[in-house]
């Protein structure tokens, strides 16, 4: 069955899609940036740069992350993190119930080829 994925692009020059999105998730499910990152086989560089991409895209910071020290450090999504995660899957429901029909039917123009 064809899949679908979707990429927002945002002004300036930013976008948002599955890949950033599952890191914030991984983020809040797991409580560190290096955690989440681990979880995606991604370095906590790669994820720490994406996690800064995102918070000067919007403007607000996304993730706060706590300083290590002898407990450890830690993090978790700001108020606008969950709004840009929520917003996020809502959007590829919708866009994914309004193409489901198109890809059913491409499904079947592919069987019957």
Do not use: C
Not at 9 to 32: C, H, Q, V, W
Not at 69 to 87: D, E, F, I, M, Q
Not at 95 to 110: K, V
């Amino acid at each position: 069955m064809p899949s679908l994925s979707l990429r927002i692009n945002l002004d300036p020059e930013g976008r948002i899609g599955p890949g950033k999105i599952e890191l914030l998730e991984n983020i809040a499910a797991f409580g560190s940036i290096s955690a989440g990152a681990r979880e995606m086989d991604m370095s906590y560089k790669h994820a720490w740069d994406l996690v800064d991409e995102m918070n000067r895209l919007f403007g607000k910071p996304v993730v706060d992350a706590q300083t290590g020290g002898k407990r450890g450090g830690g993090a978790s999504l700001t108020p606008v993190g969950l709004a840009v995660v929520s917003r996020f899957r809502a959007i590829e429901k919708a866009a994914l119930a309004a193409a489901e029909q198109h890809m059913t039917a491409l499904q079947a123009d592919i069987d019957a080829a």
